[in-house]
């Protein structure tokens, strides 16, 4: 427990007591405390059950078996692993205000978290690849894109964010430790030099962005080119449209997320923010896992039917997993 002094009228708790340069702990009051707790772990409780519930349908219904709910399953898995175990550490970050578990368990922290959101970020690519191919040249989606590559790519991808990350931190924190900086002990914070801070805005925003954008721009054009060749009803068009929506949702709350973080994180005022101002960055990106199964699984049809089964226990049914969740034309 820490101690606290007097200054003036006002009584002042650290992180650390006996430590010179310990961090101020934020006072709060009682209820505060409670508003807060029960905050986070509604966030946390919440994106875990519905990416739990994504996780669940596509792995045990067989008709599921596609490469692109494969895909989903991946980010789905990026997803919960954001919900129980970034969130919940995050949110006693921001309550606590401290960070008691040493330098290393906060470098390994980052190392989780940075790994966790780059495969969430890059399983969008991916999906984005798969949407692509699959309404601009759907032969050759149905001849190349199999489960296996479909496999192989979600694995590369998994291991690309690991290595990729645990490079970034190691080179990053040799030039953290040789420089001179004002950090009170008690806080967990990540400071990215400039020269590594301009290759992961590359690797983990430029590159990622431009490619969605690319190949959403070509769906958008060739779903549009379909439709006149095709002369359809206002039915299929009404469908299209709801599909166009619903991309243009995953891209609004993608670039928000990330065009807010990067701008902030890359400011020549970065460090001067309060807590708050830095945590809010974070959370912006931390979000996207509460967000990405309500816009990657709750659009389709299957999952209403699949999550009804989960609920009521049916799945415990002898040959469930062949059961059909998709509507009848």
Known sequence: MAFTEVEGYQAVQYCFPLHNSSCVKEVRSRAENILMHIFFFSVSAFTVFVNLLVIISISHFKQLHTPTNLL???????????????????????????????ETMCSVFHGLVFSVIFASLYNLVIIAVDRYFAVCDPLLYISKITIGKTLIS????????????????????????????NNCHGKCVLIISFTWGII?????????CSVIIYLYM???????????????????KSSESKATKTLGVVLLVFLVGWITYYVGSLS???????DVIIAFLSWIVYINSFLNPLIYALFYPWFKTAVRHILTLHILAPSSSFINLLPEN
């Open 154 to 181: 979600i694995f590369l991808t998994w291991i690309f964010s690991f290595i990729y990350n645990l490079v970034i931190l190691y080179f990053n924190d040799n030039w953290y430790r040789s420089q001179v900086h």
């Open 218 to 236: 070509n769906i958008f054009k060739v779903a549009r080119i379909q439709v006149k060749v095709m002369n359809i009803t206002t039915r299929i």
């Open 200 to 208: 992961d805005l590359f690797v983990s925003f430029v590159a990622p």
């Open 72 to 102: 989903i399953l991946s980010l789905a898995v990026a997803d919960l692993l954001v919900g129980i175990i970034v969130i919940p550490v995050e949110g006693i970050k921001v309550i606590e205000s401290c960070w008691y578990l040493g």
């Open 268 to 274: 020549e005022d970065y460090l001067k923010h309060s």
